[in-house]
T-cell receptor, first 115, second 114 residues
Framework: AQTVTQSQPEMSVQEAETVTLSCTYDTSESDYYLFWYKQPPSRQMILVIRQEAYKQQNATENRFSVNFQKAAKSFSLKISDSQLGDAAMYFCAYSSGAAGNKLTFGGGTRVLVKP | KAGVTQTPRYLIKTRGQQVTLSCSPISGHRSVSWYQQTPGQGLQFLFEYFSETQRNKGNFPGRFSGRQFSNSRSEMNVSTLELGDSALYLC?????????????FGPGTRLLVL
């Protein structure tokens, strides 16, 4: 079974600074996808970024970028120029390419943004 | 396009009762997945429905069941409620069930079992 681990329960960042969230996963599959989701206090899960395992190029989405290290099974998220609105829980998630839309989530990292 | 909607948003039940939660996906989306979120267990996959068929099932007891209608709307049912069923239940929709699809989440239904 696949597992996703987020080792940082909480991270704090100064507004306008950069923060990096760690995620490692365990799988024996070669076809899979990785995601970062944001869950603000409203509890609505919002997709931040998506990465296909077969793509070597790291995904980016505005101020959000990932460092995908396939051999190390690592998928970290970098938030640049942090804004107050970035404060939320961030979840790393894994989806097999062959098992429909089942997402396996990590435990989450709470990001606090200091003004 | 309207997003994923879930009803009701809040629910209070007592042990032993049953509950039905509803999820309406984004228009055109045919896959609906359900997740349970609790402080202790985190986010756990319940099941996925695609074209009215259960595509995937998580590791939950048979008290948890679901179905999908021809218009892609989905319901999940929990029978014989236990205190541990108190959770935020999230529904997510996607276009297809091909693996790796981006899932769009609804606001959730918060269930409290007393």
């Amino acid at each position: 079974a696949q597992t996703v681990t987020q080792s940082q329960p909480e991270m704090s960042v100064q507004e306008a600074e950069t923060v990096t969230l760690s995620c490692t996963y365990d799988t024996s599959e070669s076809d899979y996808y990785l995601f970062w989701y944001k869950q603000p206090p409203s509890r609505q899960m919002i997709l931040v970024i998506r990465q296909e395992a077969y793509k070597q190029q790291n995904a980016t989405e505005n101020r959000f970028s990932v460092n995908f290290q396939k051999a190390a099974k690592s998928f970290s998220l970098k938030i640049s120029d942090s804004q107050l609105g970035d404060a939320a829980m961030y979840f790393c998630a894994y989806s097999s390419g062959a098992a429909g839309n089942k997402l396996t989530f990590g435990g989450g990292t709470r990001v606090l943004v200091k003004p | 396009k309207a997003g994923v909607t879930q009803t009701p948003r809040y629910l209070i039940k007592t042990r032993g009762q049953q509950v039905t939660l509803s999820c309406s996906p984004i228009s055109g989306h045919r896959s609906v997945s359900w997740y349970q979120q609790t402080p202790g267990q985190g986010l756990q996959f319940l099941f996925e429905y695609f074209s009215e068929t259960q595509r995937n099932k998580g590791n939950f007891p048979g008290r948890f069941s679901g179905r999908q209608f021809s218009n892609s709307r989905s319901e999940m049912n929990v029978s014989t409620l236990e205190l541990g069923d108190s959770a935020l239940y999230l529904c997510a929709s996607s276009l297809a069930s091909l693996g790796g699809e981006t899932q769009y989440f609804g606001p959730g239904t918060r269930l409290l079992v007393l």
